[in-house]
């Protein structure tokens, strides 16, 4: 079962993502500075990726209801998100020597590889080896997280109970915020200690998933003729994750609650609404949400590099317009890594196409 409307969403979230980090991310790189930085829609452009957590609430769990054992749930993850990992790195990496006005840097190593490439935070690898990892892409801090979230949610599924998912994921996301409203209050060094767990693990980010599985629970329910109650469930659990959505403080932000509160009212009704289904499976749309995971990895720094070179290239073109040439570029690229790279490596990866004696060898 594949919702078209759900890789609209994604193309939605990537676009998003992409236009901030076009505007907003680096002023002191771009040749216009912070001169579109306070567009509502551009400046709150990060909430694709709450956007992309909901969605993946929703997707891992319809997943893991498909999936036999947890062992199998992670190889299937690892196998799709590995090798465009790999691609994008080395595309990354190699060049490196073009894109030198990078704003994260050139890392001066290739050891700036393993945190994508294990999908595990520079920080951890940093504490491992027992000196800096360097920063290849700031963008993969999702992917980190991603993965977290698959674990804990893979081995809830498969050791507690499918009943157990939610309740888990609701009570980390719960765990999260009286720790870190307590620490903000309180000097104590055990809730200390508790909230250094909470933010290794992210779960001030648990909050999505668990809105996106209500969803994925309600859309069952659906047809099978069930009440409302999830759908209901998961837009609470969605204005909850709304006003906590600010990192840095659980605190008040009208602009970047009210930003969260709609991208969590398109995604609620759009499992009720046809219309805003159709409107979410234009080609545009669907384009985008094909080529999303790709062009997430690569974008960043890469975009960021040719606005900068644009200004010399072409000082004819309008300030707004120069990200576009960079967009449409990586674009194609993103499209080519996803329609032909990606699925060879995924072919040559996928061990369970092997005779078993190849397998075990």
Same mark, same amino acid.
């Given at each position: 079962?594949?919702?078209?409307?759900?890789?609209?969403?994604?193309?939605?979230?990537?676009?998003?993502?992409?236009? #901030?980090?076009?505007?907003?991310?680096?002023?002191?790189?771009? &040749?216009?500075?912070?001169?579109? $930085?306070?567009? &509502?829609?551009?400046?709150?452009?990060?909430? %694709?990726?709450?956007?992309?957590?909901?969605?993946?609430?929703?997707?891992?769990?319809?997943?893991?209801?498909?999936?036999?054992?947890?062992? @199998? *749930?992670?190889?299937?993850?690892?196998?799709?998100? *590995?090798?465009?990992?790999?691609? $994008?790195?080395?595309?990354?990496?190699?060049?490196?020597?073009?894109?030198?006005?990078?704003?994260?840097?050139?890392?001066?190593?290739?050891?700036? !590889? @393993?945190?994508?490439?294990?999908?595990?935070? &520079?920080?951890?690898?940093?504490?491992? =080896?027992?000196?800096?990892?360097? !920063?290849?892409?700031?963008?993969?801090?999702?992917?980190?997280?991603?993965?977290? *979230?698959? =674990?804990?949610? %893979? +081995?809830?599924?498969?050791?507690?109970?499918?009943?157990?998912?939610?309740?888990? @994921?609701?009570?980390?996301?719960?765990?999260?915020?009286?720790?870190?409203?307590?620490?903000? /209050?309180?000097?104590?060094?055990?809730?200390?200690? @508790?909230?250094? +767990?909470?933010?290794? !693990?992210?779960?001030?980010?648990?909050?999505? *998933?668990?809105?996106?599985?209500?969803?994925?629970?309600?859309?069952?329910?659906?047809?099978? %003729?069930?009440?409302?109650?999830? #759908?209901?469930?998961?837009?609470?659990?969605?204005?909850?994750?709304?006003?906590? =959505?600010?990192?840095?403080?659980? %605190?008040?932000?009208?602009?970047?609650?009210?930003?969260?509160?709609?991208?969590?009212?398109?995604?609620? =009704?759009?499992?009720?609404?046809?219309?805003?289904?159709?409107?979410?499976?234009?080609?545009?749309?669907?384009?985008?949400?094909?080529?999303?995971?790709?062009?997430? +990895?690569?974008?960043?720094?890469?975009?960021?590099?040719?606005?900068?070179?644009?200004?010399?290239? $072409?000082?004819?073109?309008? &300030?707004?317009?120069?990200?576009?040439?960079?967009?449409?570029?990586?674009?194609? /690229?993103?499209?080519?890594?996803?329609?032909?790279?990606?699925?060879?490596?995924?072919?040559?990866?996928?061990?369970?196409?092997?005779?078993?004696?190849?397998?075990?060898?």
């Amino acid at each position: 079962m594949r919702l078209q409307f759900l890789d609209g969403f994604r193309g939605l979230a990537i676009l998003l993502v992409v236009i #901030f980090h076009a505007y907003v991310q680096w002023p002191e790189h771009y &040749p216009y500075g912070d001169s579109y $930085a306070e567009f &509502p829609v551009i400046k709150l452009g990060w909430l %694709g990726v709450q956007l992309f957590f909901l969605i993946s609430g929703f997707v891992i769990f319809m997943t893991l209801d498909k999936t036999e054992t947890f062992r @199998l *749930f992670i190889y299937k993850r690892w196998l799709r998100l *590995f090798p465009s990992m790999l691609i $994008a790195s080395v595309l990354i990496y190699a060049s490196l020597p073009i894109f030198h006005e990078r704003p994260d840097g050139i890392p001066p190593n290739i050891l700036s !590889l @393993l945190p994508g490439l294990t999908f595990t935070l &520079p920080s951890w690898w940093s504490k491992l =080896v027992g000196f800096d990892i360097p !920063l290849l892409e700031s963008a993969f801090w999702s992917l980190y997280v991603e993965f977290k *979230f698959y =674990v804990i949610a %893979g +081995l809830t599924y498969f050791i507690l109970g499918r009943k157990f998912l939610i309740p888990i @994921l609701v009570s980390l996301f719960a765990f999260w915020f009286v720790v870190h409203s307590l620490a903000t /209050v309180v000097e104590f060094q055990f809730l200390g200690i @508790l909230e250094s +767990l909470s933010n290794a !693990l992210d779960l001030k980010h648990f909050g999505w *998933f668990a809105a996106g599985a209500m969803f994925y629970l309600n859309f069952q329910n659906q047809k099978a %003729g069930a009440d409302e109650k999830w #759908f209901n469930l998961g837009i609470l659990m969605m204005i909850a994750s709304s006003f906590t =959505v600010k990192s840095e403080a659980v %605190g008040f932000d009208f602009e970047i609650i009210t930003g969260a509160l709609l991208i969590s009212a398109i995604f609620a =009704v759009s499992f009720k609404s046809r219309m805003l289904q159709q409107l979410l499976q234009s080609k545009i749309l669907l384009f985008f949400g094909f080529i999303s995971y790709p062009l997430y +990895l690569i974008h960043e720094n890469a975009m960021t590099s040719i606005i900068i070179k644009m200004a010399d290239l $072409a000082p004819w073109l309008h &300030p707004f317009l120069s990200p576009y040439p960079a967009i449409l570029c990586l674009a194609g /690229v993103a499209y080519v890594i996803s329609r032909y790279w990606e699925p060879r490596l995924i072919k040559l990866l996928d061990l369970r196409r092997y005779p078993k004696k190849v397998r075990q060898a």
